[in-house]
C-alpha cells in the first residue's frame, strides 16, 4: 500500500466521525419539547398487571404541518418492566410497543387515532380532542403476575415519542436534521411492587 492511500484512509475515519457527532447534535440543538409521561397507575387484575396512564402530546412545526397534509404520524409508547440489579445493568423482564397512528382526513376534516397493535380506531373532530384521546392509556395489560416474585422490587419505564422512521423518505431525511421532529419524553420511571 502506497504512503498516498494511508494517508487518505487515515484522513476518511476522523471525517465520518465528525460527520457522525454533527448528526447526533443537530438534533439535540433545537429538539422540541413537548412529549411527556404525566401520571401512570398500575392495577392488578385476574393475574395481570394493567397500566393506566396519561400522556401530553403536543404536536407543532414541521410535525403538525405534514399532519395537515395529509402524512400520518406514529406516536410509540415503550414500556419496559425491570429488576433492578446491585452491581449489573438492570434485567429486562418484559419490554412492550404500544403503537398509534394519527392521521388527518382532509374530506371529512376529522382526526383519526388508530391503535397499530389492535386495530382499533378513533374518530375526533379536532385535533386537541384527538391528542387528548391518544393521551390516556387506559386498562393496557402490562404483564402476568406468575412472572414477578412478590419477594422482588421492578421498575416501570415508560417513554412516548414520534417514530420518525415511519415517515415517507423523502420527509424522513429532512426530519432527522430537524429538531422539530424529536419528540421524545424520555424515560419516566416508577416502582412496580408485586403483590402477594
Known sequence: MSEQTTHRLSLRHPLRAWLALLLCLVPLAGQAQGFSVRETRTSLDDGVYRLDARLTLPLSGQPLEALKNGVPLQIVLDI????????????????LEQRFELRYHALTERYEVRNLNSGARHSYY??????????????????????LSPDQHYLLNLRVRLEIDSLPVPLRMRAYLSGDWWLNSG?????????S
Open 80 to 95: 419496559e418492566v425491570l429488576r433492578p440489579r446491585r452491581y449489573l445493568w438492570n434485567a429486562l423482564i418484559a419490554a
Open 126 to 147: 379536532s385535533l386537541d380532542r384527538a391528542l387528548q384521546g391518544l393521551g390516556r392509556i387506559r386498562d393496557l395489560p402490562l404483564i402476568d403476575a406468575g412472572l
Open 187 to 195: 424515560w419516566y420511571s416508577r416502582d412496580l411492587r408485586p403483590r
